[in-house]
């Protein structure tokens, strides 16, 4: 047998392209500009990410913590024969149902150091909560990541670092007793089943909000169902002239507010009943999607 190869036989090395050959690897110094370069493009970019990235993580967070109110407000429903959780006035318990229902939740907050702006037993406890059980007693979902901070000096100078809740539900979302004293108070409606969303659906009538940290009070929202110039309450803007908002399908979304809402500072005083224009575009939103009969 012959073993020896055929005449036109060329090794490996000599079968390699002539640019193989002159290849060579980085130098030290040119590695090291690389480096460099690479450094000085982190420290151009590093603020412009610590100032997007917490922002987009909080809202990240706030529409989490409005997925499971609504998933625990849907639950409730489910539970009690479609009959919505009570929303009364000043989140008072029902007096027209056994025992007296409590609201979805208890207790009125404002800037001062009153008891009912931290305490988180008014959320989830059964006693003042008709969602608490349904939540798993999580209290950290009524407060909005990005209103945290929000204290006022009498609150700071006693060692809060934020209050326990910064959302709040639609008042024609739920039986109970309502203010009678709004100028539509006369032929405000509001759902008390799940099959009453029909003007509009379901997937455009609103339940829960971030609310403005001047205006939140008790765990009521009013807004008319029409045009008007009036805001009673005001949405809360905290995600960059932005807030949260859940609907009655389960669905949540953060919403861009149009008008002068978007850019409302926090004034730290309680500031309710806002005028605006009759064709302010955020009251308008608030009234489209707010159910009526």
Same mark, same amino acid.
């Given at each position: 047998m012959n073993t020896n190869p055929p005449a036109d036989f060329k090794s490996?090395?000599?079968?390699?392209?002539? %640019? @193989?050959? &002159?290849?060579? #690897?980085?130098? !030290?110094? =040119? !590695? !090291?500009?690389?480096?460099?370069?690479?450094?000085?493009?982190?420290?151009l970019l590093l603020p412009a990410l610590a100032n997007t990235q917490p922002a987009s993580t909080?809202?990240?967070? $706030?529409?989490?913590?409005?997925?499971?109110?609504?998933?625990?407000?849907? !639950?409730? #429903?489910? @539970?009690? %024969?479609d009959r919505l959780a009570i929303n009364s006035d000043k989140s008072n318990p029902y007096p027209n149902t056994p025992n007296?229902?409590?609201?979805?939740?208890?207790? /009125?907050? &404002?800037w001062s150091t009153r008891p009912d702006n931290t305490n988180t037993a008014y959320l989830v406890n059964d006693t003042y909560s008709l969602l608490g059980s349904y939540l798993g007693r999580n209290y950290n979902v009524?407060? $909005?990541? #990005? &209103? #945290?901070?929000?204290?006022?000096?009498?609150?700071?100078?006693?060692?809060? @670092? %934020?209050?326990?809740r910064s959302v709040a539900m639609d008042a024609a979302v739920g039986n109970g007793n309502k203010y009678a004293g709004f100028p539509f108070s006369a032929t405000f409606w509001w759902a008390k089943k799940m099959t009453d969303f029909h003007n509009p659906g379901p997937s455009d009538c609103w339940v829960f909000a971030d609310e403005h940290p001047d205006s939140i009070d008790d765990g009521i929202f009013y807004c008319a169902p029409y045009p008007t110039t009036l805001f009673v309450e005001r949405p809360?803007?905290?995600?960059?002239?932005?807030?949260? *908002?859940? /609907?009655?399908?389960?669905?949540?979304? *953060?919403? =861009?507010? +149009?008008?002068?809402?978007?850019?409302?500072p926090v004034k730290y +005083?309680?500031?309710?009943? *806002?005028? $605006?224009? *009759?064709?302010d575009p955020d009251m308008l939103y608030l009234a489209q999607h707010t159910p009526q009969n």
């Open positions: 490996l090395s000599a079968q390699r392209p002539d %640019h @193989d050959r &002159d290849r060579r #690897a980085f130098t !030290l110094t =040119e !590695l !090291l500009v690389v480096l460099v370069t690479l450094g000085i493009l982190a420290v909080k809202a990240f967070q $706030c529409l989490n913590n409005m997925r499971q109110l609504a998933q625990a407000w849907t !639950l409730y #429903a489910e @539970d009690n %024969h007296g229902t409590p609201s979805w939740i208890f207790g /009125f907050m &404002d009524f407060a $909005c990541p #990005a &209103d #945290a901070y929000f204290v006022s000096p009498p609150e700071a100078s006693v060692g809060w @670092d %934020h209050r326990a809360g803007n905290q995600h960059g002239g932005a807030g949260s *908002i859940t /609907f009655a399908d389960g669905h949540v979304e *953060i919403h =861009e507010w +149009q008008g002068p809402v978007a850019n409302s +005083q309680v500031q309710n009943q *806002i005028p $605006c224009s *009759i064709t």
